[in-house]
């Protein structure tokens, strides 16, 4: 049930759907009065929301500072999660989404030897399964990649990040590696709440993030004044991010 409330309720979380149910308010309402305070809001959360430098240091307090490969020691294995593709099943190709960075990354710790084992979980994070649980693809496309068979477990029964830590356990505890120390490699802005679910299951995990959300540079001081739909439409990732850790406190996933 708390899988397909938060998939339903996501969408409320959107800064553009709220400006449109005020524009669509300021519409439909007769009495000026309430109009112009419906249109007046609206205004202002597209000005605040649009605005680059504000989701530039918002999205870095909440992420925190990107981790130097160059520092990590050796791991038992790296833990990499999905929600970084699926599959086209009438090309039958997979189809990477802007969260493909957290592979790329993992890739490159493994083959600087950070460590000998790679793990991937994550199957389907849609209501409607209509194609292949990203495991299944993914573990094919490791290889491809030159990781050798024996070196990648993966596990394509979870669905969100609580139960990504849940199945990674079960998979550890089966090879009897649960004691080991582990790489955790995922988005920026979804890491604390990673870290959280992981570290509940007792699984000892350093902290890997990627595909930081915040850019390189603070935009210079003239892009500031100049609204920004890329950062309008991206506040929504925080917001789902922030109640998703939020409720998974109140449920002690955290």
Request: net charge positive; glycine share 6%.
């Amino acid at each position: 049930m708390f899988f397909i409330l938060s998939k339903i309720l996501s969408f409320l979380l959107s800064p553009i759907w709220w400006i449109t149910v005020l524009l669509l308010a300021f519409l439909i309402l007769k009495k000026y009065a309430k109009r112009k305070r419906f249109l007046i809001a609206s205004l202002v959360i597209l000005l605040l929301f649009s605005n680059p430098l504000l989701f530039y240091h918002v999205s870095g307090w909440w992420e925190g500072e990107l981790q130097n490969p160059a520092t990590l020691e050796q791991h038992d294995g790296i833990i990499l999660l999905g929600g970084l593709s699926n599959y086209r099943s009438k090309p039958q190709r997979i189809h990477f989404n802007s969260s493909a960075d957290r592979l790329l990354q993992a890739v490159e710790l493994y083959k600087k030897g950070k460590a000998n084992t790679f793990v991937f979980t994550g199957g389907a994070g849609s209501l409607i399964v209509r194609e292949k649980k990203e495991g299944e693809y993914i573990k094919d496309y490791l290889e491809l990649l030159d990781i050798p068979k024996e070196s990648i477990q993966v596990e394509w029964n979870s669905r969100n990040t609580h139960e990504n830590a849940f199945e990674t356990l079960k998979l550890l505890q089966a090879k009897d590696r649960q004691n080991g120390r582990y790489i955790l490699v995922t988005s920026g802005f979804h890491m604390k709440r990673a870290l959280g679910c992981f570290q509940k299951q007792g699984i000892h995990v350093t902290p890997y993030a990627t595909a930081p959300l915040q850019g390189n540079l603070p935009p210079e001081i003239w892009d500031s004044f100049t609204p920004s739909a890329s950062a309008l439409a991206t506040w929504e990732q925080l917001f789902r991010e922030w109640v998703g850790y939020f409720v998974y406190k109140m449920k002690g996933y955290v």
